[in-house]
């Protein structure tokens, strides 16, 4: 078990313009309270990492005043004849406090440069033709599709905001996909191919953000 500081530090909120996904983000920045997964301190927030007893998967877990958060984290290539991957994570919290939770998308980052999120779908079925350009289908990635992430809640690019709630004694497990911005951003070797450096994703629970250090060679290649 490790320590993780509560630490105040400038985080990335990305809000959205137009419901395109390659429009032009504009980014708000603010001050919040985080626990960074994998950093020592005194705050009484604990690190750590565990297996998947079943999938051999590495999970890992941010403890703090009866609020437990653990993360997945996978990617896949594009596909569709377009370069580049989606990074995919999974979120879920434990709610052992006796109040209710709120939960919001916090974002992710690919060594400093921003991932957008992803406007996504469980089904393009009754989609518009027009908005069905602009937007990803769940049932079609293979990190959906092969079980490895849930598409019971998903954060989104096209939609307002979402605000999930965990009820005291209950859990929650959200997905969240982005865009890894990089144009070459798989590095292969013997051991296989994962991203390059370090990707960092963040979700907020009430009004701190926890967030999770995932070096590229420790995710798993759910699109296989």
């Not at 708000?28 to 005194?42: H, I, L, Q």
């Not at 690190?47 to 997945?72: A, F, M, Q, Y």
């Not at 890894?180 to 994703?201: A, E, N």
Request: glycine share 8%.
């Amino acid at each position: 078990m490790r320590r993780a500081p509560a630490v105040s530090f400038e985080f990335i909120v990305l809000t959205f313009l137009a419901f395109a996904q390659n429009s032009t983000p504009t980014f708000k920045t603010e001050t919040a309270s985080a626990f960074v997964w994998g950093n020592d301190n005194r705050s009484g927030a604990m690190s750590s990492s565990i297996r998947d007893p079943v999938t051999g998967n590495e999970i890992h877990k941010l403890n703090h005043g009866g609020i437990e958060v653990s993360s997945r984290a996978g990617f896949e290539r594009v596909g569709s004849g377009e370069a580049g991957e989606f990074l995919n994570f999974a979120t879920t919290i434990i709610n052992n406090t006796d109040s209710e939770l709120s939960v919001r998308q916090g974002g992710a980052s690919v060594d400093g440069q921003v991932a957008l999120p992803l406007s996504v779908v469980r089904t393009k079925k009754g989609v518009s033709k027009k908005e069905r350009k602009q937007v990803w289908d769940l049932a079609r990635m293979h990190c959906f599709s092969n079980g490895f992430l849930p598409d019971d809640e998903f954060f989104s690019a096209n939609a307002a905001p979402k605000v999930f709630t965990v009820p005291p004694k209950r859990a929650l497990t959200v997905s969240f996909i982005a865009k890894d911005p990089r144009y070459y951003s798989i590095l292969c070797s013997v051991d296989g191919c994962y991203p390059k450096g370090t990707i960092r994703f963040a979700v907020m629970v009430n009004t701190t953000h926890f967030v999770f250090v995932w070096p590229g060679r420790t995710m798993v290649n759910c699109g296989r």
